[in-house]
């Protein structure tokens, strides 16, 4: 304990987040350019795509970024930006001038410094109602508005709301969803690490990213673990189920491209089940009976 309040008591504080971000920005691009592992693919004609990179070390194997550019703008929207090779960039920016860069929660950050440096014209979003969020953030890059304003950008093309039940309320939200609107007339679901597909492996095992049965993507275990309210992000994704969605899109793992109702419905079925275990558990701890669904479950 002395040790503990002796090294707190000689820690030198933090410089100010607008320093360490100014300091973040100066860091030559190459230094953060890592490997990739896909090409630049195009995932929906003519307005949105993704390409896969080397994860961090002490995440999944494979993170995404995500360039959606809204019908009729030569604008691009980047989600989750990855400092990539030159040939990649170059394949980037002949889609359109990079506008806005989404950091969609407090760990998807660590480019966005030198990605602003390259393209200062672009404008920086993310979620600022919760202060541990904006604070993490704002250590690297200087945000310039909070997300859910991309809704009255781009004439509705862009829909960002968060998930009911993920948050303890509707302001302290560690990311949003997005809806981006297709050339089809269908709109593709975006989340960052709030639903994750990735390969088999160990990483994989370890933060429950590997798809459900039928190839659907799934809440991770983290994600399992510091939601709020299971059942209600299990209804949100039921009635997400109804809406004219034809793409799932997230950080960690292939875009889902198929029958999407479907997977809303596992996504629900799956955090039912987590329910429904952890309510017959608690009943045979307080020595009650458990829930039906939740015997039912257990037979199965």
């Avoid at 995440?59 to 691009?76: D, F, H, I, K, W």
């Avoid at 929660?105 to 109602?129: S, T």
Wanted: hydrophobic share 40%; with cysteine; proline share 6%.
């Amino acid at each position: 304990m002395l040790a503990v309040a002796l090294a707190t008591a000689t820690r030198k504080p933090e410089p100010p987040a607008e320093v360490q971000a100014a300091a973040k920005a100066k860091e030559p691009w190459d230094s953060h350019v890592v490997s990739a592992l896909s090409d630049l693919q195009e995932i929906s004609p003519g307005c949105l795509w993704q390409v896969s990179a080397k994860g961090a070390s002490a995440g999944p194997p494979m993170r995404n970024m995500t360039v959606y550019r809204p019908e009729g703008s030569g604008e691009l929207v980047v989600f989750s930006a990855v400092a990539l090779e030159a040939h990649l960039m170059e394949q980037v920016e002949a889609l359109g001038r990079p506008a806005v860069l989404v950091v969609p929660n407090a760990y998807h950050r660590e480019d966005a410094a030198v990605w602003k440096a390259r393209y200062p014209d672009c404008k920086v979003c993310a979620p600022q109602g919760s202060t541990w969020v904006r604070e993490r953030i704002a250590k690297v890059v200087a945000v310039d508005f909070d997300s859910r304003e991309l809704s009255q950008r781009y004439g509705g093309a862009i829909a960002v709301e968060a998930i009911d039940g993920w948050n303890l309320n509707s302001e302290e939200v560690f990311e949003y969803y997005y809806t981006l609107k297709l050339a089809d007339g269908t709109r593709a679901y975006y989340v960052c690490d709030m639903l994750l597909r990735t390969n088999p492996g160990f990483m994989s095992w370890v933060f429950g990213s590997g798809p459900l049965p039928g190839g659907f993507p799934r809440v991770g275990r983290l994600g399992k673990l510091f939601l709020h309210d299971r059942k209600r992000v299990a209804k949100f994704y039921v009635q997400l189920a109804q809406q004219n969605i034809s793409i799932i899109c997230y950080a960690h793992g292939d875009a889902f491209r198929g029958d999407c109702k479907a997977a809303f419905e596992a996504i629900a079925a799956d955090l039912d089940a987590m329910c429904d275990l952890k309510e017959g558990h608690e009943a045979a701890c307080q020595g009650e009976e458990a829930p039906a669904s939740a015997k039912r479950r257990k037979r199965e």
